[in-house]
Nanobody, 122 residues
Framework: QVQLVESGGGLVQAGGSLRLSCAAS????????MGWFRQAPGKEREYVGR????????NYADSVKGRFTISRDISKNTGDLQMNSLKPEDTAIYYC???????????????WGPGTQVTVSS
């Protein structure tokens, strides 16, 4: 039973950068996938990207390609979401989650962190 906790959220100006971390406790993610999602008020949860723990293979939503980078630190059992060139529309609560396959549907992720707020000012 894995537990996830996000950190690194905060307020940043448009064009700035922010780095989120997702600390996992419990088993390693050798055969798992860590996904990142975000949800703005009144909107559905949106896929941001994911990383396969075994080899670091990543996938990103079109809305963040070229701006966001997902990585992981195996020794620390931690995933990271580096966000550059932030836009006001990136404002949302950001969540990390774990699945056992290469999914982009949030319903396929069974374990979630509590989320961390990211606010990008104009």
């Amino acid at each position: 039973q894995v537990q996830l906790v996000e950190s690194g959220g905060g307020l940043v100006q448009a064009g700035g950068s922010l780095r989120l971390s997702c600390a996992a406790s419990g088993r390693t993610f050798s055969s798992n996938v860590m996904g990142w999602f975000r949800q703005a008020p009144g909107k559905e949860r949106e896929y941001v990207g994911r990383i396969r723990w075994s080899d670091g293979y990543t996938n990103y939503a079109d809305s963040v390609k070229g701006r966001f980078t997902i990585s992981r630190d195996i020794s620390k059992n931690t995933g990271d979401l580096q966000m550059n060139s932030l836009k006001p529309e990136d404002t949302a609560i950001y969540y990390c989650a774990v699945s056992y396959g290469a999914y982009s549907d949030y319903r396929r992720f069974g374990t979630w962190g509590p989320g961390t707020q990211v606010t990008v000012s104009s």
